[in-house]
């Protein structure tokens, strides 16, 4: 009958429960990372490489924060990435043309909310798919980004630099944002009751729906405070890079997903680490930043990367495999 | 124990109608038959030969053909497709020829009767056209025995008529028809043998004097429980009336309903599984949109667009299927408890300390058994897991609380300690409507029932009406005495 109970896991040391949990294992792989690339190459375990692999990781770390809590309410956005690369665009075009930098900043962060409740409002309203209905998205954006820089590359002309280049002591601002953008994403899921229902929805709908949880709202929402929290990646992306094309932001969507998933957190909602997020970037970051610094060529990079990401999914799912 | 020393007999071009409430062993006994379970014990004897379980190829290369109710065909291809798609014929061929397809199910559904597109996608009919449909693809095997499970649910007066002609003229031709109804009317008319079976056993049967059976003798054998089933409830005081539930229609041509509930009562829905029971809860929760229909508390309307506003006028519906629709599965036991009430803690923040507090009292009052109050829901057995929705509700201070099978799947213990909660909870001045197919529970627990047939109330019982038989002649229809 139903009322089969399934066997909790014997408890175990914790030592060995760390070992259990995705996050434990991702410690594992980075330590070991840390420790190959230091014998490697000493330079890599330096104060000024750390800081350097936490800037490059800061614009996909703060987009995968927005990734890793659509996917724990059951939902995705593939747009996030072109989303800021519009974004950049937008900000760019709006400063060459002669407005102030406090206003652009102000309109594009307002336009990236706005198009983060559009995706949401879609996405609930009509009950579809967010994997394709953001897909089609990210074209639109990329279309518009294509069509106000006609084509071409925009640079700031050393504009803007505030947010990319700047530092408060030794640490650079980049990540200070990202950190705070981890802290806040962090407090938000664990502490606010609107994280909470958001996490409920994504456990199960149709429960949350009968607690009479207002599921619509909580969704669109949510996708509203990922596009604002894209757009602010979307300022920082520009800051550092100081010029922008209308595919800046095009590989960041799917490395976030990647990140979210080798963080431990997976496309059923319900559950996920947002620690666990912050490490799956920061592998990436990582194993990038080894592999240059050791010297493995760029292309044998894009195989490497793709294989970590089989590998973790394979791995977050073994625990699934053995229940069954 | 699903069935005991249970015997059954079906000669060719008979009739023979098996009756009993959900749980009595009717589906257990068809699964036997068709070769999805194996019997602990016992033989099967078909057509002379000695069989100690089948398979479903086995079942199906005799000829036995099943329409289950919860069938699942095809909804993206033709009626026509979904008949044949497996059938014996289609196996052979790699190709598929349409023309005769079309020509094959347009004949089969005009020489029993049934007016259907055959080249309609089976996803876009009506739920009688799609039953008849399942019953076709059953008939293209040319059975020899054919098993109909409830197969008029979803019928009006005209389409059963249908039904029961298509069942005439199968067994005219010597095939042996097994049919599960709780109509009796219907089985009147069709039977020519009957089985009753109640708890796994055979209580009774009939053979030949069918016409004169009437609901009241069916329902004197379906009735005789040992005493140690029912659950010895607490007398308290009822007070005066708290949800009213005016003229509630869940379709345009549906009965109208009304029934209200005072504080401190139990009120029982009696009704079987595709009665229309959780619909009608769903109604009055505002989780599918009614025709009409008005819900009162206090006297004030508070009719709920969405289970949102439901919640905030002190509703609550445990759900039938808890780990479907009422448990977050993959979250920790005191989250599942602290959801629905998350803001009376603040509007924002969750204070974790007073959480904590609040669902370890819970987990304590309610003797919820879990090794931790971290530990994800799923792994609780049904009896906890629903102590956990009923806290849940408890939590939010619900009112009202509507239960859907409440001890649906659970064990005896934990049965027990649901009703001695409801009972506390009644005491306490909260009404309970409690839906149930379990007679001793409906029985024990109601302070008044109603009988819930075909989405209309068919019979209302209080104090010493509230009997076995009441509520099967209920179930039953036909005279009302």
Known sequence: MDNQTRVKPPAASPFFSLFRSQTGYLILVIITVTIIATIMNPRFLSARNIFNIMQQISVLGILTMCMALLMISGNLDISIGNMAGLVGMLFTRMVLTGRSQGIAVITVMILSTALGLINGLIISKSKTTPLIITLGMSYVYYGIALIISNGRPQSLGGEFEFLGRAKIGPVPITIIIYILVFILAYLFRKYSTYGRRVNAIGGNKEAAFLSGINVDSHIISLYGISGMVTGLAGLVLISRLGMVRADSGSNYALQALAAAIIGGITFEGGRGSLVGAFLGVLLLGIMYNAMNIIGVSSYMQTIFLGSVIVIATVISNIGKLKKQ | ?481
């Not at chain 2, 009972?423 to 819930?452: F, H, N, Q, W």
């Open chain 2, 1 to 481: 124990m699903a069935l005991d020393q249970f015997c059954f007999e079906l000669s060719p071009g008979e009739v023979h109608c098996l009756i009993g409430e959900n749980g009595a062993g009717k589906s257990t006994f068809i699964k036997i038959l068709s070769g999805v379970y194996s019997p602990d014990s016992g033989e099967l004897i078909i057509e002379n030969k000695r069989y100690e379980r089948l398979t479903t190829q086995l079942a199906r290369g005799m000829g036995i053909y099943t329409v289950y109710q919860d069938d699942v065909l095809v909804p993206q291809i033709s009626v026509a497709e979904n008949i044949y798609l497996g059938s014996k014929d289609m196996k052979k061929k790699i190709f598929m020829n349409y023309r005769t397809v079309y020509e094959n199910a347009e004949t089969l559904a005009r020489h029993y009767g049934i007016a259907l597109d055959v080249k309609e996608l089976y996803g876009n009919l009506n739920p009688a056209d799609q039953q008849f449909t399942k019953i076709l693809k059953a008939l293209a095997q040319s059975p020899r025995i054919l098993v109909l499970d409830e197969p008029t649910q979803v019928f009006n007066v005209t389409e059963t008529d249908i039904i029961l002609n298509i069942v005439r003229k199968v067994s005219e031709t010597g095939t042996g028809v097994v049919y599960i109804a709780h109509d009796l009317d219907e089985i009147i008319r069709v039977a020519s043998r009957i089985t009753i079976l109640r708890d796994g056993k055979k209580v009774a049967a009939y053979d030949g004097v069918i016409e004169e059976l009437d609901s009241s003798i069916l329902a004197k054998d379906m009735v005789g429980r040992p005493v140690e089933l029912f659950y010895k409830k607490k007398k308290h005081n009822i007070g005066e009336i708290g949800l009213e539930v005016k003229n509630l229609m869940l379709g345009s041509t549906s009965t109208p309903i009304d029934f209200s509930v005072r504080k401190g009562e139990i009120l029982g829905i009696a009704g079987l599984k595709g009665s229309g029971r959780s619909a009608i809860a769903r109604a009055i929760f505002g989780a599918i949109n009614r025709y009409s229909g008005q819900i009162l508390y206090d006297g004030i309307d508070i009719t709920p667009k969405n289970p949102i506003e439901a919640v905030g006028h002190g509703l609550a519906y445990l759900t039938e299927d808890k780990k479907a629709d009422g448990l977050f599965l993959s979250m920790p036991v005191y989250q599942n408890i602290t959801i629905v009430g998350l803001s009376s803690f603040h509007r924002f923040l969750i204070k974790m300390k007073s959480e904590r507090d609040i669902s370890n009292d819970y987990i304590g009052r309610m003797n919820i058994k879990t090794a931790d109050p971290n530990q994800e829901v799923q792994y609780l057995s049904g009896g906890n897991q629903q102590k956990v929705v009923i806290a849940k509700w408890l939590f939010k201070n619900a009112k009202i609380l509507i239960v859907d099978e409440p001890t649906h799947g659970i064990d005896v213990n934990a049965k027990t300690e649901v009703y001695d909660l409801f009972t506390e909870l009644a005491a306490e001045g909260k009404s309970i409507i409690m839906i149930s197919s379990e007679m001793p529970e409906i029985i024990s627990m109601s302070d008044r029932v109603i009988v819930i047939r075909k989405c209309e109330i068919s019979r209302e019982l209080s104090g010493d009406e509230i009997t076995e038989y009441n509520i099967l002649a209920g179930y039953l229809g036909g005279t009302n005495s």
